[in-house]
């Protein structure tokens, strides 16, 4: 619908701004915990009750940036890596 302004000029109802892509509540907090690579370590000891877990050298665990560029030229944000 249209309306005239105080100008006599007919505006178009805008369209809504793109909103930023909401990420979940405890999703800072993930993100947070997943940085510090002894406390992956932690997580892993005390939760994973399997033999491969002995082979891990949790000493090379090192964050990853999780920006990039997509194939299709799109910026993308990954989870913590």
């Not at 915990?33 to 005390?46: K, N, W």
């Not at 940036?65 to 997509?70: L, P, R």
């Amino acid at each position: 619908m249209s309306k005239k302004t105080r100008h006599g000029r007919t505006s178009r109802p805008r369209k809504p701004a793109k909103q930023a892509r909401s990420h979940p509540p405890h999703d800072g907090f993930y993100k947070h915990i997943f940085s510090h690579p002894e406390m992956v370590e932690g997580l892993l000891r005390d939760f994973v009750d399997e033999d491969w877990l002995s082979t891990v050298d949790f000493s090379t665990l090192e964050r990853q940036n999780g920006s990039y560029v997509s194939d299709d030229l799109r910026a993308r944000e990954d989870d913590s890596v």
